[in-house]
Structures are given as structure tokens and as C-alpha cells.
């Protein structure tokens, strides 16, 4: 009997352990997933078309506030558009949903600068979807929606 209840308080024990591992794992994930977006902001500011190359898959998918639909080249041949010079990039309420391999992060961004000498001032909403492969976080698929011009 005792040995029955030592069995069994050893395993809620490590049960208990597993999951403050996993909970403190996601909680890396997540910082390290924001700290990757960021990234993406400042990559995205400065025209550095290489630093989000190693951001975004392969097969990386964007939809812009517009509608368009744009694959990886694309997308970095945007980025070094010099029509678009950004004076601020930023996320605010930054939500990171980890899965196994996977993550979904949403937020909202504001965007100032100026396209051909007009001024912008956007704010949107944005999910962004990552994948773990290969030892590294990399995005995959990214939506934007225009919430004020």
C-alpha cells in the first residue's frame, strides 16, 4: 500500500514537473517568437530584404491590406521597394499561440512613412503563422487587414 501511494505521488510529481517544463518552454517560445517579429519590423524598416529572407519560408506566403496575394519573392522584392521609406514599424497587443511545431501569432501594427512622397499613418491587425522545423521558427504565412489609413 505504501509503496502503491509512493508510485503514485511520484507520478502526479512528475506530471506536475512535465508540464511547468512545457508551460515554461511555450513561455520561451512565445518570447522568442515576438522577439522574431520584431526582428521582422526592423528587417522591414531598413530594406533588409536578407535578414527576412532567413525569417520566412520557402513556400512563405503574404496577403496585403489590399488584397494581393504575394510568394516569397515577391514579397522580398516589396520589401526593397525604395518608393517605401518607414519611419515606424511597431506591434502592440502581440497574442503567440504555441503547438507542437507550430504557431500562430496575432497582433495589431502601425505603420508611418511616406510611399512616393505621400505620407502613411497605418494601423491594422496582422496573424502571422509559424513553423519549427530544421532547429529555427520561420514564417510560413502572413495576413495583414487595413483597420485605419
Known sequence: ??????????SVFMAVACAQGQASGSVAQESKLIALENAWNLAQLHHDAKALDTLIGDRFVYTDTDGTVMNKARFLADIRDPDFRASLIANEDVKVDV???AAVVTGTYHTKGTY?????DHRGRFTDT???????WQCVASHTTLIHK
Do not use: D
Request: aromatic share 20%.
Open 116 to 120: 512616393k512622397g505621400k505620407p502613411i
Open 1 to 10: 500500500m505504501k509503496a502503491s501511494f509512493c508510485l503514485l505521488l511520484f
Open 99 to 101: 503547438y507542437p511545431n
Open 130 to 136: 509559424w513553423i519549427f522545423q530544421n532547429e529555427q
